[in-house]
């Protein structure tokens, strides 16, 4: 089975703080897929980043990075010297080449407040 | 064009009604979703198209009836729908594989009344 497990259900931080998003996986599979995504009040999802299975380097971009670790299972989001506009809920989720398509999960979500 | 449009943002239709939700994209994807969102949740998937064919259908009610006439568009025909069916719903499209991460509509909100 397939799961997704963002256990910080809100974070509340000052403007300027670092913040870091948590996710945790479960999957049986040797090749997935892992994202994060942004949902801005507005209601659309957006992409921020991918990483497959076999790729675990972590990535930065601007003031966002990420942490994949498989040994843990974890694949966390930080947010550096954060900015009222970071306030959104942001998705990790985890995706798999399923027949007839492909799948995602989404996990809960954490809602992140960021406060001027 | 990298965007995802539904049409309409916002519905309110009754119990008896027929409505229909429209998705377009002109990026080239051969993949389409929709999912649904309830307020506080994550979203649901509910069916795949992949290539203009019916893929996946995550056991949804056939209430819901999906449509994808061509592979830029994708609706979702709405039909004698229930008060607990009101929610986000949100249109996604992809690469045929869908590696590279969804782009997702704005969404439908609607309200079953």
């Known amino acids: 089975a397939q799961k997704v497990t963002q256990a910080q259900t809100e974070i509340s931080v000052v403007e300027k703080e670092d913040v870091t998003l948590d996710c945790v996986y479960e999957?049986?599979?040797?090749?997935?897929?892992l994202f994060w995504y942004k949902q801005p009040p507005s209601g659309e999802l957006v992409f921020l980043i991918r990483?497959?299975?076999?790729?675990?380097q972590n990535e930065i971009s601007g003031r966002y990075s990420w942490n994949f670790q498989k040994s843990t299972s974890s694949f966390n989001f930080t947010i550096t010297a954060s900015q009222v506009v970071d306030s959104a809920v942001y998705f990790c989720?985890?995706?798999?080449?399923?027949?007839?398509?492909?799948?995602?999960?989404f996990g809960a979500g954490t809602r992140l407040f960021v406060k001027a | 064009d990298t965007e995802v449009t539904q049409t309409p943002k916002h519905l309110v239709m009754g119990m008896t009604n027929k409505k229909s939700l429209k998705c377009e994209q002109h990026?080239?994807?051969?993949?389409m979703y929709w999912y649904k969102q309830k307020a506080k949740k994550p979203p649901e998937l509910m069916f795949v198209?992949?290539?203009?064919?019916?893929?996946i259908n995550e056991s949804v009610p056939s209430r819901f009836s999906p449509e994808c006439p061509n592979s830029s568009l994708l609706n979702l025909h709405l039909h004698a729908l229930q008060p607990e069916d009101s929610a986000l719903y949100l249109c996604?499209?992809?690469?045929?594989?869908?590696?590279?991460?969804?782009?997702f509509g704005s969404g439908t909100r609607l309200t079953v009344v």
């Open positions: 990483r497959n299975s076999f790729d675990e």
């Open positions: 990026m080239g994807h051969r993949a």
């Open positions: 999957t049986r599979d040797t090749t997935y897929y």
């Open positions: 198209y992949s290539y203009e064919k019916l893929s």
């Open positions: 996604a499209s992809s690469s045929g594989t869908g590696v590279g991460g969804y782009t």
């Open positions: 989720a985890l995706s798999r080449i399923n027949t007839g398509g492909f799948k995602t999960i």
